[in-house]
């Protein structure tokens, strides 16, 4: 598994194809060689994904006609290596979904950053009224399922009902924890004497006909 810090390194390097002078990307190499079943012996590869490159436009006849099947070349180039190769591949798909960009690491890593500091605030959030972790971490769709239900269930604790309404605004992916989070705010209303209102969803008493928002009437 290559750390963050490689995965900079690596895509940080310039390589151009010989043979269309586009920039190489940086990917993962897959875990076979697709060749011989061996390793690569390295964890990147720096490949020419340029659909117009000649090895790999080309490639599909010379395929077709020495192999009998579909597929084309791409030209690659391995760290610390002077001379490039091919390799085959069976669509213009390959190797675009192991693409290794800098920006997006970084950003991955800001993410697991802020995610390892809100889980350390879980701890003293309630004594300190601060809400800031807990809906960071519920809101937060890469973040852990165990940490996101803990940060969940200190809802009621904080009784802040500024929560309701960033969380009402996200779409959560994961049933459990939209089930979690429903049951929640609704026990956190309950506990303010609060409902929603079913037209406008502003919160309002309990004990409301009359929404004081939209002005709508409703059954209590």
């Known amino acids: 598994m290559l750390s963050y810090d490689?995965?900079?390194?690596y895509s940080a390097q310039k390589h151009y194809c010989p043979h269309c002078e586009t920039k190489l990307s940086c990917c993962e190499?897959?875990?076979?060689?697709?060749?011989?079943?061996?390793g690569w012996g390295a964890e990147v590869m720096f490949i020419c994904l340029n659909n117009d490159c000649p090895v790999f436009s080309n490639g599909w006849d010379q395929i077709e006609n020495q192999y009998g099947h579909n597929g084309s070349y791409r030209y690659f180039l391995l760290p610390n290596e002077k001379k490039g190769d091919f390799v085959m591949v069976g669509s213009?798909?390959?190797?675009?979904?192991?693409i290794i960009e800098p920006k997006q690491l970084k950003a991955q890593n800001e993410r697991f950053q802020n995610e390892k500091e809100a889980l350390k605030q879980l701890d003293t959030c309630v004594e300190e009224k601060n809400l800031k972790p807990v809906l960071s971490l519920i809101l937060d769709e890469?973040?852990?399922h165990n940490g996101r239900l803990r940060a969940i269930?200190?809802?009621?604790?904080?009784?802040?009902?500024s929560?309701?309404?960033?969380?009402?605004n996200h779409k959560f992916d994961a049933s459990k924890i939209e089930h979690a989070v429903n049951s929640t705010i609704a026990g956190l209303l309950k506990n303010n004497f609060k409902k929603e209102c079913p037209y406008?969803?502003?919160?309002?008493?309990?004990?409301a006909k009359v929404c004081m928002h939209c002005s709508k009437e409703f059954k209590a």
């Open 163 to 168: 929560c309701v309404d960033p969380i009402r």
């Open 92 to 98: 213009s798909e390959a190797f675009t979904g192991s």
């Open 142 to 144: 890469s973040a852990g």
């Open 200 to 207: 406008c969803a502003e919160i309002i008493k309990l004990q």
């Open 29 to 38: 190499t897959p875990p076979f060689h697709i060749g011989d079943g061996l």
């Open 6 to 9: 490689d995965c900079l390194k």
């Open 153 to 161: 269930s200190l809802l009621v604790d904080l009784n802040d009902l």
